[in-house]
């Protein structure tokens, strides 16, 4: 592939918004000098240089081979300069992207999937073109362990949940997946394999999408990446703080914990499920979920019958809530604030 470097160059300039060609030099651990030369064909940009310059445009993934070619003397300050350049480009890129969407791109409703809501137009664009509508029912098994990922789901009105599952079938819901974010964060992180089961906690819809295509958008970089990274980043806070609550807290504020959590990915205030999949969700007999139905029942923070569950005094529900709930929650608020 041929690349016109002045053209290249002169994108970082604009998107990272560099007044001069030797400001952005500096940026680049070359001299005024040098520039000068390269500009006039008096020299060439050299290797390090046009991969810096690529990996801050965001091309494939070139991250690696630039740290690995930055001589030894100074190599961290290096590397740290390098990192403040392509984050100085990448903010430039967003800001052309949300510049580029058309005046009537408006957020879409919250049932849409938000992950596909907070990508640029174009990208957004592209990716639709690709996805495929799909009715999950209550119950359906999306993933068993051990199976191969072919496709990923992008939730909207649906809800899955992730759980882990014991030789001795027994099961504990570890995060739930809704129109946040994505099921098959697997695919990015080059497995091609699901360790956990998946099933359908609330029925709804959801988009489905081939996991090789998947990784080939992941793999163009740019804004794509970061936004499923940091997706990836708060599905694993969510992960690890139904790890500490599980230990830590009571089945009861667990129970609140999963039903807030739910209810945040829904428009509504009511949740349709059987006793046994909430059981199962928490790790819990069948008669501990009807237990502690009627104990919020009976502080009016809810209604409760088999397994039908509305809320009724939302704000009632939250003083019984551990404080896991807020930490998943504020590391989703900041992954989209961040987008």
Sequence with gaps: MTFDWHALYDDVKRLGEFGSDAQLAESLGLTRAQISAWRTGKSDLGTLTKLKILDALGHDQLRSAVLSLLPEQNRDELAKQHLVLTERVSRGMQARDRAAAPSSDVPPPREANQLLAHLPHV????????????????GKVVYEPGERLTQVYLPTTAIISMLHVMENGESAEIAVVGNDGLLGVAVFMGSDTVSNRAVVQNAGDAYCLSAQFAKEEFARGGYIRRLFLRYAQALITQMAQTAVCNRHHSIAQQFCRWLLLSLDRLDSSELQMTQELIANMLGVRRGNVTEIAKQ?????AIRYNRGHIEVIDRAALEQQVCECYGVVTRECERLYSAA
């Design 123 to 138: 990208e957004r664009e592209r990716i639709m073109q690709h996805l495929t509508p799909v009715s999950l029912p209550l």
């Design 296 to 300: 919020l029942e009976a502080t009016g």
